[in-house]
Each structure stands twice: as C-alpha cells, then as structure tokens.
C-alpha cells in the first residue's frame, strides 16, 4: 500500500486528522492511567489475611452497667465457654481485634531498651491457646502458647508479656537472615521472649498508612479483660457458618442479657469484614473500569462518524479510483491504512501523555509508576479499537460503484 | 434573525439524528461525569461553620520528650489532660472548649428497647455558643455545671424522638452507663461538614448523639473514643490515669475576635511551652501552631485522596468528549459546504454564517447540559448508595446547578467555534461551481 497518497489527502484534512488523533492520545492516557489504577486496588485487595476466611466470622461484645475487671475476665471466660458448646463451632479465641479490622493498636517495636527509633511498627494481637487454632495460623517455627501464660489485661496493666508470638514478616524485618526464635524484643512495656513464629498474618489496617508494616505483627498472650468491648473469633466446621451465628447470638444472650452488641457491626462474617475494609478500592476499580469502557466507545463512535463522513466526501473520487482500476480491496485498505496512520500518531502521542500523566499523579496522588506493559497494552487496544471502528464504514466506501465517476455529485 | 438560526439549527441537526444523537451524548456523559465528582468535591471541601470559621482555632503544643525528635516537624494534633486543662483554666481566648470523643451505652426506660450505643462528646461547656450549635429545647449546660461534674445531657433531636417521642424532654432523666442524667437540651438538626472539631471520628462522620460534660465523663470514667497517641515512659494503655499520662488525647478550641487576638493568643501559647520547659514538663523546642478551621481541615488533608483523583479524571474524560464533538461538528459544518457557499454567494457575510452554525452548537450544548444534568443526578444518586460516611452529603446545590449549565454550554459552544470559524473559510465560487 502506497502511503504517499493517504498523507497527501490527510493533509486536506488537517482539522479532522487532528482531532481524531487527539482524541485517541487523550483516550490512550486516561485507559491506561485507569487500568493501572484499576491492577493496583485489585491487587491490593486480593493481599491473604493467612487465616480460614471462609469459616470465620467475629464478634464485637460489650458489657453493661460498672463492671470491674476481674468481672469482665470470667464473664469473658463464660461466653467462650459457651460459644465452644454451640453446634458446628471448631474453635472461639479472643482478641483485642482481627485483621482488616480497620484499625486498632499498633506499637513500635524496638531491640534494646535504649533505643530511640523503633525497628518496626507492627499490629499488636492479643491471643490465647486457642488463637493459632482458630484463624488457621500456620506456625512455622517455635511453639504456641500454654494455657498457663494466658493472662488477664485491664486499662491499667502495661503491656509487658514475658513471651510473645510474631509473624514472619516481622521475624525477618528484626532478624534479616537469622533465626528470631529465642531472641527478646521490647515492647512498650519491656522485653519479650520470641517463642513462636507463624508464617501469616495480616495487619489489622490495610489503610496507605500501614501499608509499610502490612503483614508484621507481635502476637501477646493476653485477654482483654475491660468491659468496653473484646471481639470473640469463631471458627465454624465447613459450610456451618450461617447457622453457627444465629446460634451463637441466641446462646450468648441467653446466658447472659446484659450486654450490647452494635446492630450493623456486632456480629460480622469474615466476608462481610472483607468487603467491608475493601469497599472504596472496589468501588473505585469499578468507576474506573466503567470510564474507561465509556471512553472507548466514545473514541470508537468519533471515529466511526468522522471517517463517515471522509467516505460521504469522496465518493466521487473512490469512484474514479475504482473505474481507473483500484479493486473493493484496495479502497477497503486505503480506508484501514490511513486511520492505521492517524491512530499510530495519536497513539504516540497518547504514550508519552500517559507516561506525563502518570507522573503527575504520583506526585499529587499515592500512586506508582506506570508500568510500560500498561502503555503497549494499551496502544495495542486503541490500534485494535482504530481498525474495528473504520471497519464499517471503509467496507461502505469500498461497495462505492465506478458509476459514481460519472455522476456529478 | 435568532429565530430563524435557530429553526434551521433544529432542522440540520434532525435531518442527521444519529450524529446529533452522538454530540448529544457525548457532551451529557461528559458532564454527567464531571458535574458528580465535582460537586462531591465541592461538599467535601465545604466550610463546616462559614460565619465562624475565620474566628475558631485550634491551638496544637509540642509536649513530647526529646526521643525521636526532628527540627522543624509539625506538633502533635491533639492535646494532653494537664495542657488543656491549663489553656481552658487561662482564659485568654473570648470562648474555649476542651473535648474528646466517647460512646456510652443508652439504657431506655422503655421495656421494649433494647440497650444501644451511642457516639458521644465529651466537653466543656463553650461547646454549645462557641460553635453555635442549634438548639430546639433547652440550652447547654453551664460553667458551674463542669465544676460540678454535674450529671446532665445534651442530646440530638434523633435521639430524642427515640427516647421521648420528640416531646421536649427537659428534666427528664436517661440512663446512660447505668447513671441517670438530667436532659438540659435538645439539639436541633446539627451536622458540620467536615466533622471539623474532632477529625478522629471520620471526617465527615455524624454528630454525636450525646453531649456530656467532660468533667463528668472522667468522674465516671465513660468510655472514650479517638486516637490517643503516647510517649516516654507514661505511655500504655491507661484507662484510668490518662489524666497524668503522657498522652495526647484531647481537642482544645478558641473563639478569637480578631487576627490581633490571636497573635495575642499565639504569643501567649509561645509564652507556656516556655514556662512548662522551664518547669521540666516540655523538652523540645518552642514548637506552637495556631489554625483556623479552614487552614486545620488543610492542613489534615481531610479531602479523600480519591475524590480529588476522580475529579481529574472526570476532567480528563470530559475533555475526550469535548474534542470528539468537535471532530463531529466540523464533519457536520462541512459537509453543508455547499449551502454555506449558496447562503454566501447570496449576500449572507462570514459573520451571520458563523453566528448561525454557533446557534447550532449551543442547541447541542442544551441538550447534552440537560442529559447531562439528568446523567448528574443520578451519579450523584450512585455516590449516595455508597457506604462511605460521606456519602449522603452528595447533592447537588445550587451553586453546582447554575455551574452545571455554565459548563455545558459554554464548552458546547468552545467545542463550536473551530468547527464553524473553519466553515465560514469555503469559498463560495468554488462551492458553486463544483455544482
């Protein structure tokens, strides 16, 4: 296909060849600054909490009326009691909160008490024997919890447990490369001993601002024992879980009526925990997705609607292209050719604006790179989307009959 | 004459409905899309208290030790126990309230209701005048009342047609916590926006539906809501002694009449971090800041990241349809080369030419304005369905309303002047002769 001619009629057309260039770079940077955003939050919101989320869900109790600590350990100790009597019920820990909870205690961590700088920050979990258990924690060094080290936390007490569990994550972030079994750590209230490590586990907030301690946590053999508030956390067999929380409600308030659990978060399944902590980067993947749908289509109908008219323009000269000679092919191609010209400019165009866009967003917006996949991917679609939408009315200019030569308009 | 544009506008553009239909909607998603991130932008940056925001302030103070310290950063958001207490036992500013946040759980008298919670503030009695809080019965409590720690509340009108079915309720007594407290006052329908007084809460989250004196809630050790933030060796988990913790905890306020009072008022704050320094109870260096809401609310940065990136791209997508109805115009206005060149030769000048294709734009302008409006409407409506605390507050004002129209048609008739300035350039010999 000669490309000489199609420049010289595209530049008769120097408004409209323009435009539709334009347009496709302005298309081509928003779609892949759109689908970047879109890989990002879906990346982020795929991220493993480690534990059983299925046959998870948890509760949020809280006492009425002046209880005073020791109270509210063996009321607590009684409602696990009897949350473990409830049909199809594996396992029930207790803790000070559960991952993506959404926010809760976080505390540095540091190697020596005269250290000024924490080494970490990571989400404190409280934890009994049966914690591992139950969220399906994988213990990957060490050794779990004894019954015995359990103890009871009020306001008042320090947080200043002679053992400790931490994650992985934290393990290797404290001791790059070398065992963290053994090793003591300090807390805010003084040391701790590492004697477990499990592999998994995710922080309590998945917010950009605890995003560089994500999956470092220092599990503590400890109970809230404080009126305002425990999460019980409840394993059910497989597929039990929907009986298991009605259950579990009416045995608990029979047991023991005063109490007050908040009607839309007292009593949660994990996957309502789960889309309930993922909600606005779902939301905003899906209003990005739509946009870009949206643009594309608009893209495809201008140019469906420009090159139109281009045919309406010429028929007389396709005509007098096909009496000289040209085939239906060769009209079809001069159409495909040329807006495969125009969409290859725009495109470039369209690459180093979404690469000047992305850019920009980083500085204003939390974002990362552009990744170059995203542009390629992205030409590829608005080529792609280019040839489709001439399509139709190139095959409309290529049935134009020789006659038209002929005919005076 | 504009009648007469106007008819053949309408006539051109039903003699080629699909290409119309394409430019309508073009332009009516374009600033649908637009018009719903920029006024949920709009609402989220709004002023909560326009009479007052000018004159309320919020005082911070640097009380932390020296650990971890580094020249020049911003002092903590909050303030401790002992400074609030000395800043609202001072006096200097014309009003001040020290608060922090809570739920207490509500116990109704009615058999039938369950125990609940409710959010709950816990403050000092300027609360009430200072943010001019409505009232429907009653008033705040008094002065005397926090020295006292008097047992009273204030509360919302939501939960007073809970409690007492919307009667005025003044002396009636609600147990909260297991402690009965006197009802001094029903808050009419209050909800600043941004939550701006208390930004641990949420930004944009509800009112409190219970306001008691703070005085009263450390008596009773109320549980409290919030961020609270520790240092040095008073740190932990004090329930009970985060009195004399070293814990910033704690929102202070000021009323200041004027700029000359609050440099007045930030000379003073200078003035005590000196003194407690010399005292030993501050470490680091002088380090005050004294806000006004609008600077405090920028300063937190309390507009979603999220929003903001929206609306650029509801710009950005706005501008797609714009150049796309631009390259369709320019189709339109020159495939009629031929009856311009007619109009033309016939006495018609550039001028009347261009005012007539213009006409015909911003025709398109309307319709894609008014679909668009529609489109608007229900976006807006999409954002309300979301679980975000913002969420109900998007609707559309009146503001956003004129500048919904504004922008349609001003950027139909923008995307109108290319397309037509080029038309009126056919020279009408050569339109006629290739007749």
Redesign the interface.
């Known amino acids: 296909m000669e490309i000489k001619p199609i420049l010289a009629a595209l530049r008769q057309h120097k408004?409209?060849t323009i435009?539709?260039a334009?347009?496709i770079a302005?298309?081509l940077?928003?779609v892949c600054n759109?689908l970047f955003?879109i890989q990002q939050r879906v990346a982020h919101l795929s991220e493993p909490t480690g534990i059983d989320e299925p046959n998870i869900f948890v509760i949020q109790n809280?006492w009425?009326?002046?209880t005073s600590s020791a109270q509210a350990d063996a009321k607590l100790r009684s409602d696990l009691d009897v949350l473990r009597r409830v049909p199809g019920v594996k396992d029930v820990t207790t803790s000070n909160s559960y991952p993506l909870r959404g926010g809760g205690?976080d505390d540095g961590v540091r190697l020596s008490a005269e250290q000024?700088?924490d080494s970490s920050d990571a989400t404190i979990y409280f934890a009994d024997e049966h914690f591992l258990d139950t969220l399906d924690l994988k213990l990957v060094g060490g050794r779990n919890f004894r019954a015995d080290e359990i103890q009871p936390m009020?306001?008042?007490?320090?947080?200043a447990p002679p053992v400790i569990m931490v994650t992985r994550a934290l393990a290797e972030k404290l001791f790059p490369g070398g065992s963290a079994l053994g090793k003591t750590v300090y807390l805010?209230?003084g040391p701790a001993t590492i004697v477990g490590v499990v592999d998994l586990l995710q922080a309590q907030s998945v917010a950009r601002w605890a995003s560089n301690f994500a999956y470092r946590s220092v599990i503590v053999p400890r109970r809230m024992a404080?009126?305002?508030g425990a999460f019980y956390i409840v394993r059910t067999q497989p597929g039990q879980l929907e009986p298991a929380m009605i259950a579990a409600r009416k045995a608990l308030f029979a047991d023991n009526p005063r109490r007050?659990w908040?009607?839309k978060e007292g009593i949660l399944s994990f996957a309502e925990v789960r889309s309930?902590a993922y909600?606005?980067d779902r939301?905003?993947a899906v209003?990005?997705g739509v946009?870009s749908l949206?643009?594309l289509a608009?893209?495809a109908?201008?140019i469906v609607?420009?090159t139109s008219?281009?045919v309406?323009?010429r028929r007389r000269q396709i005509g007098v292209r096909r009496a000289l000679g040209a085939t239906r092919g060769d009209i079809l191609s001069y159409f495909m050719t040329e807006n495969l010209l125009i969409s290859v400019g725009g495109a470039v165009a369209g690459a180093v604006l979404a690469i000047a866009?992305n850019l920009w967003?980083v500085t204003?917006?939390?974002m990362h790179r552009l990744s170059l996949f995203y542009v390629l991917a992205g030409v590829l679609m608005l080529l792609l989307l280019g040839q489709g939408a001439v399509l139709a009315p190139a095959i409309r200019a290529s049935k134009v009959s020789p006659v038209e030569a002929t005919r005076s308009? | 004459m504009f009648t007469y544009y106007l008819e053949l506008a309408l006539r051109s553009l039903r003699r080629n409905k699909v290409?119309t239909g394409?430019m309508v909607?073009?332009i009516a998603?374009g600033i649908g899309?637009c018009m719903t991130t920029l006024t949920v932008l709009h609402v989220l940056s709004g002023d909560p208290i326009p009479a007052k925001s000018a004159r309320l302030f919020y005082p911070q103070l640097d009380p932390q030790d020296m650990?971890?310290y580094r020249e020049g950063e911003e002092p903590p958001e909050q303030v401790t126990w002992i400074d609030g207490q000395n800043l609202l036992k001072a006096r200097r500013a014309q009003r001040q309230a020290l608060m922090t946040g809570g739920?207490v759980?509500v116990?109704p008298a009615q058999a039938d209701v369950?125990?609940?919670?409710s959010d709950a503030r816990y403050t000092t009695a300027d609360f009430f005048p200072m943010f001019e809080v409505p009232f429907l019965y009653g008033q705040g409590w008094s002065g005397g009342d926090d020295d006292a720690k008097a047992r009273v509340a204030v509360i919302t009108r939501k939960l007073n047609d809970k409690l007492f079915g919307g009667k005025d309720s003044r002396g009636q007594i609600v147990r909260l916590?297991?402690t009965a407290f006197r009802v001094v006052g029903v808050l009419d329908d209050w909800r600043p926006n941004p939550h701006f007084y208390d930004l641990n809460m949420g930004n944009y989250s509800e009112s409190e539906e219970v306001f008691l004196p703070l005085s009263t809630s450390r008596d009773l050790v109320l549980?409290r809501n919030g961020s609270t933030n520790c240092w040095g060796r008073g740190?932990?988990?004090?329930?009970?002694?985060v009195e004399n913790a070293t814990c910033v905890w704690m929102q202070f306020w000021v009323e200041l009449a004027s700029p000359a009072d609050a440099a007045a008022y930030k000379t003073f704050l200078e003035n005590y971090s000196r003194e407690q320094k010399a005292l030993g109870r501050f470490e680091r260096p002088v380090n005050v800041r004294l806000r006004n809401v609008m600077q405090w609310l920028d300063q937190e940065k309390v507009v979603?990241?999220?929003v903001?990136?929206?609306s650029w791209?509801?710009i950005?997508?706005l501008?797609?349809?714009l150049?796309?109805t631009?390259?369709?115009m320019?189709?339109?206005f020159?495939?009629r080369a031929g009856e311009l060149g007619v109009r033309r030769a016939l006495g018609a000048s550039k001028r009347e030419i261009f005012k007539q294709l213009l006409i015909e734009a911003g025709v398109v302008g309307l319709a894609g304005g008014v679909c668009g409006l529609l489109l608007a409407f229900i976006g807006l409506w999409l954002v309300r369905q979301?679980?975000?605390d913002y969420a109900s507050l998007a609707r559309l004002d009146l503001v956003m309303l004129g500048a919904t129209f504004a922008l349609a048609v001003g950027s139909s008739i923008a995307a109108g002047l290319?397309p037509a300035w080029?038309a009126c350039q056919v020279a009408p010999a050569l339109q006629l002769k290739s007749?």
Not at chain 1, 154 to 159: G, P, T, Y
Not at chain 2, 235 to 241: K, L, M, V, W
């Open positions: 408004a409209g435009l539709i334009m347009q302005l298309t940077a928003i759109a955003i809280e009425i009326g002046q205690w000024i700088e009020s306001m008042r007490d320090r947080l805010v209230g404080i009126a305002e007050v908040d009607d309930m909600e606005s939301g905003m209003l990005m946009i949206v643009l608009i893209t109908a201008g609607g420009l008219f281009w309406g323009q866009m967003l204003r917006f939390e308009v | 290409l394409l909607v073009a998603l899309a650990d971890g739920a759980p116990q369950e125990p609940f919670f916590k297991d549980p740190g932990g988990n004090d329930g009970d002694q979603p990241s999220d903001r990136l929206q791209l509801a950005g997508f501008i797609v349809c150049v796309n631009v390259g369709l320019l189709a339109k020159l495939r979301q679980p975000a290319l080029r007749q």
